[in-house]
């Protein structure tokens, strides 16, 4: 197979780009150097684009050598013909090799193996050919009864002989194919309740029918999940008129005794062989795509949470609420560095309320907090309404969020907390994983496996192995995006870096804790097993603030550092000015002197590569996070007694799934927005017009609160309207 040129049809790309990514990753480089460091290669391609041309390659190449198992194995059997090489050739998925593969694959003991042992196959094979219009099947049948065989009448004999008929149409990879597309275009998926009498969360699929081409992902695993959890009987539905029909012009030929033969067993075919498997292929093939939906979803959901606006140079409070065992408590400095912790009691008696509040207002005091951060867990609300009333009692000036906590919990029960902060028990650990979540929630979250973050839906049912490739793409993606402070990463942080493995990551640390702080990129050669090809991949993703030369505090690959002073001396600057916030100025320098175009041809280099040094040298160690809107922090709270339906109020999306958003609007309890009150244009999927972490105004349409449920729209809202 012409890998490339399937790519270039498959992404719509050219075949020169596809071939490129090819040859790079085949030579061992990683997605977000190519991304980043080879765009001449590729036309300047994303991160995301050439995972999924990625693993897109991987497919294809799984896909010819199970073509090269099943013609070996066929060739093996003495059976392989110049038909079956041709259809192999020409199959495009695994599932039509495999349909290939079916007639010669070892079967366990079938009805019709059991008529072949009895010697039934040569009147099987008379009845199919069809070629005497006068023969009687039963009379012919008479002829194969075998007592010692156990073929004791001429009934017995048809039977076995149509048994085999039956099994060789089942065989059938066209006719398969056929049915299989049948299905997609005509068939329905059905629900019913496994017990009517049973009261659960999936009574709206107690009577329940949608079509296969139209069902929705999420409607696709809330039935699995109902059906596992023994609640519903799913099954497809599809008239059986179309596909006999078909299957009947494939096999039936005119009109005699036996013809009518062969159409009773493509119709014992069909409902006692095709269907069921096909019916089995349909439901894994919807449950496959919806799962690749969801993955994608929780993809784009934890990307935009990683990617969130830090919160930098302010000392934080971080609160992990809790009732019987108190609301854990932890101040940070600017740099995550742990200054304080307690434990206060702010949801038991008044005398223990006001003790708390005078913990919490000594160390607003003391560290001079300015921002504090809640654990959305158990007691949220209330430490939240304390918080709140602490604010105003102060002379400080404090803001508050309530911070998705998602796990903390796993954070801190992990080896890497108990490392970092041996000190500390299991509760004190959330709280300054709490705080450190809104200055930096990159550099936080990385300690966490993706999957225990909690922004996707049915992220429980998804295959393991496939969800956690795809999130830990996207963690990578992240990281090297931002870029990483070699001087104080940390080793969970550095092993997101591209190039670098566990092992590599724990003597960079080690080498940091031993020798000082790293003076300059080149310095990490000396790391034990950090050899050429790890540190060409992940050096120019690493920044070394404090060395002498200026560029290694920027995006610019050391590859690329001679450019780059060539640069600096054609505009008539000098590298001292990146270390002063950088060259302002550097893009009118070049439009000055005659544009990208021709600088890129003056110093032999890419025109995408200048760009990027442009934009570096123009702005060193930009942060992608900053140019986003800053979190929402807030002073007040509001209760969800306190809704009306008609408020307008700001909220934080907290999670984006496939029928819409939930929004954060301060009363503990997330509001949904339906897709369908989103916009006032049709969508066909809230991430068109919503990310994680988007400040959207939204108005109260219901409340419940005995269901805690809030029913929320961002159509027609207007700004006067709005409530403090």
Known sequence: MDYAQNLAQHFNIKVDYAKNVIDLLDEGNTIPFIARYRKEAHGSMDDQLIRELSDRLQYLRNLDKRKQEVRDLIEAQEKLTDEIVAALEK?????????????????????????????????ALFILAQEDNKADPLLLANEYINEEKGVNTAEEALQGALDIIAETVSDNAEIRKRVRNLCFHNATVVSKAADEEKESVYTIYYEFEEAVSKIASHRVLAIDRGEKEGFLKVSVKLEDEKPLRSIASLMVKGTSMCSDAVYEACKDAYSRLIFPSVEREIRNELTDKAVAGAIKVFATNLRQLLMQPPVKGKVAMGLDPGYRTGCKVAVVDPTGKVLDTSIIYPTHSQAKVDE???????????????????????ASKETEMFTASVISEVDEKVSYMVVNEAGASVYSASKLAAK??????????????????????????????PKAIGVGQYQHDMPPKQLDSALDGIVEECVNNVGADLNTASASLLKRVAGLSSAVCENIVTYREENGQFNSRAELKKVPKLGPKAFEQCAGFLRVIESRNPLDSTGVHPESYDVAKKLIELCGCKAADIKNGGIADIEEKVKSLGGVEKIADTLEVGVPTLEDIVKELSKPGRDPREELPPPLLRTDVLSMEDLKAGMVLTGTVRNVIDFGAFVDIGVHQDGLVHISRICNRFIKHPGEVLKVGDVVKVMVLSVDVDKKRISLTMRDIKEEKESE
Not at 118 to 123: A, C, M, S, T
Not at 365 to 378: C, M, R
Not at 434 to 444: M, T, V
């Open 356 to 378: 708390s509040k005078r913990i919490i207002k000594n160390l607003i005091k003391k560290h001079q907090v300015e921002i504090i951060a809640i654990g959305n867990g158990t």
């Open 420 to 449: 970092e902060f041996p000190q500390f028990d299991l509760t004190l650990r959330s709280a300054v994983s709490i705080a450190r979540r809104l200055q930096d929630p990159l550099a936080e979250l990385v300690k966490i496996e």
């Open 91 to 123: 199959s495009t998925t695994l599932s039509e090799v495999e349909d290939i593969y079916r007639p010669y694959r070892p079967k366990r003991k079938t009805r019709a193996s059991v008529a072949k042992e009895k010697g039934l196959e040569p009147l």
